[in-house]
């Protein structure tokens, strides 16, 4: 890659990873001034907003950059590309926003039960309709390899959003209301600041032949992200309706914590897939390719192991003796996340291909058996029955996208029987967490500790070589980068 290539790919890892943060770094506020019936309630508000946010946005940004590429020495048609497309996407956010203000008693309350509309589900869907311009503005900004711009605007978001939310929950104590209003007056000031610098580089018109051909490609994504959403979402929904507010909110403390692997493996996926698809173009760097693959599903399932080993401790840190059970989801939602994981190294191959159809198939498939589970699971065992659901639809996702990928190209052979192995391996010592009741807690601790120690001695034994090969070069890229 070139050096502006991985300039801006560490500027999307390092910034994406510190946005998607930001629900783990603010877990001490929400968890000291808000009890597990309010995290409950905020949690399937936020389930609520991601929901609406790609129905709204309808996949328009992924077929925007993709035609973007086709038009680069054409400075007039990406600018018509780029208006147009902007204009769907106000439109889209307009009327489907308005929707669901006027017809919230049959489209949001049967599935957000004993939630008030006013104000939190209202201020959840108008923030939303905000975000899409937003949003499609640093899809630009990434498209166009503008990647210090990118990286400032996710920072300035993140600091004001952080800032707000803690002014109004921590000095003025408006709880729930408090976070929802930070987030509407984010997304208003970037909206705003989004509009103002994006139209005078667009061509702001509607053109009926390139709307066609967006929504042609953009449409049948949209059932494949609504899919992954339910993949991830759907528990809560469940819990509420169900076990209620308190429950739902304990359990999505735990959840936090555990899916904090993936914002590890999306941010890894981010840096990993640009490279990828630049090196598989020659056969001969397949060695390199299925050797990063294992380093990196091993590093995932060690991370999980650590999350997994101290997550007792971690939720007595951050959250508090309210929320004490909700160290219990988290080895679970953790290797869950690992399982994520593997399948972005299969979906990329799928996605070097062009058949994204498939994906919409596998991202179904996972949802369904999802909602299926915790139809089952939820009313029985609560946030543990919603865990293990979430265990079992990522696995299925992940073995049918490595289905798929070993049909569409048979050359590319990840070690998978090595991949599986080592999570089954991983997963089964992590669950010593759920042991040692009989056990002095220092002395729990310090066991846990050195079986920790002895997988991440392994890991280096057998990786050394290629880790400092790895570190050299990156040091030299920084430097090359730098200078």
């Known amino acids: 890659m070139s050096a502006r290539v991985l300039k801006n790919a560490a500027i999307y890892t390092i910034v994406t990873l510190l946005q998607r943060s930001i629900g783990l770094l603010l ?31 309808l996949a328009i940004p992924y077929a925007t950059a993709r035609f973007n590429f086709k038009l680069t020495a054409d400075p007039g048609g990406t600018r018509a590309l780029w208006g147009n497309n902007l204009l769907l996407v106000l439109l889209s956010a307009a009327c489907t926003g308005t929707l669901l203000l006027v017809f919230h008693p049959y489209l949001v309350a049967p599935f957000t039960k004993g939630i008030p509309f006013y104000p939190l589900l209202f201020t959840g869907i108008v923030t939303t309709m905000l975000n899409p311009v ?30 707000l939310i803690i002014l109004f929950v921590a000095v003025f104590r408006l709880g729930v209301t408090g976070i929802l209003l930070a987030n509407l007056l984010t997304a208003l000031v970037f909206a ?37 959403w339910a993949l991830g979402m759907t528990d809560r929904m469940f819990l509420l309706n169900s076990r209620g507010a308190a429950e739902t909110g304990i359990y999505s403390v735990g959840s936090q914590v555990g899916c904090t692997m993936n914002v590890i493996t999306a941010a890894a996926n981010q840096a990993w897939s640009p490279w990828f698809y630049d090196v598989i173009r020659d056969r001969n760097n397949m060695p390199m ?12 399932c060690l991370l ?34 690992v399982l994520m994981g593997y399948y972005h190294f299969f979906a990329n191959v799928i996605l070097l291909e062009e058949r994204t159809k498939y994906l919409m198939v596998i991202s179904t498939c996972g949802a369904a058996c999802s909602i299926v589970l915790n139809i089952f699971a939820v009313p029985a065992f609560g ?21 798929v990928s070993r049909r569409l190209r048979k050359d590319i052979r990840f070690r ?9 391996l991983a997963f089964a010592v992590s669950l010593i967490a759920y042991s040692g009741e009989g056990m002095p807690a220092i002395r729990f601790l310090i066991l846990k500790a050195l079986v920790l120690t002895a997988f991440i001695t392994v890991f280096f034994l057998r990786y050394r070589h290629d880790i400092i090969v790895w570190a ?5 890229k920084i430097i090359k980068v730098s200078g």
Not at 416 to 424: A, E, L, R, W
């Open 416 to 424: 998978y029987g090595g991949m599986y192995g080592m999570f089954g």
């Open 304 to 337: 999980a192991l650590a999350i997994s080993f101290f997550s007792r401790e971690i939720i007595q840190l951050l959250a508090g003796e309210r929320y004490a059970e909700a160290w219990k989801v988290i080895p679970l939602t953790a290797f869950a996340c």
């Open 383 to 403: 946030g543990m029955g919603a865990a293990v659901s979430m265990l079992l639809s990522y696995l299925l996702a992940s073995l049918l996208a490595l289905s």
């Open 192 to 228: 705003v600041y989004a509009l103002l610098a994006f139209l005078p580089v667009v061509r702001p018109r509607l053109n009926r032949e390139q709307t066609a051909r967006t929504l042609r490609y953009s449409l049948p994504l949209v059932p494949h992200s609504l899919s992954l």
């Open 289 to 300: 390719v299925i050797k990063m693959c294992n380093i990196l599903c091993a590093l995932y």
């Open 472 to 476: 050299g070069r990156m040091k030299a």
């Open 27 to 57: 877990l001490p506020l929400y968890t000291f001034f808000l009890l597990p019936g309010d995290y409950g309630q905020l949690s399937v508000v936020l389930a609520v907003s991601n929901f609406v946010s790609i129905v709204m946005l």
């Open 134 to 163: 937003y949003l499609f503005y640093q899809s630009y900004l990434q498209t166009g390899q503008h990647g210090r711009r990118y990286g400032l605007n996710m920072l300035l978001n993140f600091s004001l959003n952080t800032g």
